[in-house]
């Protein structure tokens, strides 16, 4: 199993990113896929998950309406976009499947007040 996420930076607060995790080595469309984040000294935690087909979506509660979490199955991709990002959004941001242990690098999230 891959898992390789890309799109973070550096934003004001306010501002917008879009994450995308491509996968490998497992059949993307039969596991729902997660997005966690972990701040520095803190634990990883959950952002948001999406059914196999995007029929079941779920997400962390200070995330809601501005985060919107979404996938591509034919091309093997999770995406996360994020809007009216706030400093406390500030993470390493991670994609996972369902069933499976491994973890990518993670990309860096930061948002400046």
């Known amino acids: 199993v891959q898992l390789v996420e890309s799109g973070g930076g550096l934003v004001h607060s306010g501002g917008s990113l879009r994450l995308a995790c491509v996968a490998a080595?497992?059949?993307?469309?039969?596991?729902?896929m997660r997005w966690y984040r972990q701040a520095p000294g803190k634990e990883r935690t959950f952002v948001a998950r999406?059914?196999?087909?995007?029929?079941?979506?779920d997400y962390l509660d200070s995330v809601k309406d501005r985060f919107t979490i979404s996938r591509d199955n034919a091309k093997n991709t999770l995406y996360l976009q994020m809007n009216n990002l706030k400093p406390e959004d500030t993470g390493v941001y991670y994609c996972?499947?369902?069933?499976?242990?491994?973890w990518g690098q993670g990309t860096q999230v930061t948002v400046s007040s």
């Open positions: 080595g497992f059949t993307f469309s039969e596991h729902a």
């Open positions: 999406m059914s196999r087909y995007g029929e079941v979506i």
């Open positions: 996972k499947a369902d069933g499976y242990p491994s």
